[in-house]
């Protein structure tokens, strides 16, 4: 299986951002999708995840209402794409953003997750 994170750059607060995660591999459809993101000197944090049919996200408290995570699964079986809606960005959200792969629901452990991104940097100012 790969990831490839994409869609990162420099966006001002209170602005939207879209990150893509394209997903390739055997029973890639299958896989359970989570985005992480990183900020330097913090431990890698949870930002959200999405059941392998699309209809069933989780999120913790700390990312309810801004974030959305979605997921197109390709008529291809091998591929999918994943998104990360960022809105109402602020200047805390500024990290390298990952997507990651596995098949634990809902999961927010980072070292349960098989299969890593390159990841994609998104900063935020102000």
């Known amino acids: ?6 869609g990162g750059g420099q966006v001002m607060a209170g602005g939207s951002l879209t ?5 390739s591999g055997p029973y890639v459809r299958n896989l359970v999708l ?14 959200g995840t999405i059941g392998t049919a699309g209809a069933r996200t989780y999120y913790p408290e700390s990312m ?7 997921r197109d699964n390709a008529k291809d079986n091998a591929k999918m794409t994943v998104y990360l809606q960022m809105n109402s960005v ?8 990952y997507c990651a792969a ?5 999961e927010m452990r ?9 990841g994609t940097q998104v900063t935020v100012s102000s």
């Open 110 to 118: 980072p070292g349960m997750y098989e299969y890593w991104g390159q």
């Open 34 to 47: 989570a985005w992480f993101r990183q900020a330097p000197g913090k431990e890698r944090e949870f930002v």
């Open 1 to 6: 299986v790969q990831l490839q994170a994409s």
């Open 90 to 97: 602020k200047p805390e959200d500024t990290a390298v953003y």
């Open 19 to 23: 990150l893509s995660c394209a997903a």
């Open 64 to 70: 309810k209402g801004r974030f959305t995570i979605s």
């Open 102 to 106: 596995g098949t634990l629901w809902p």
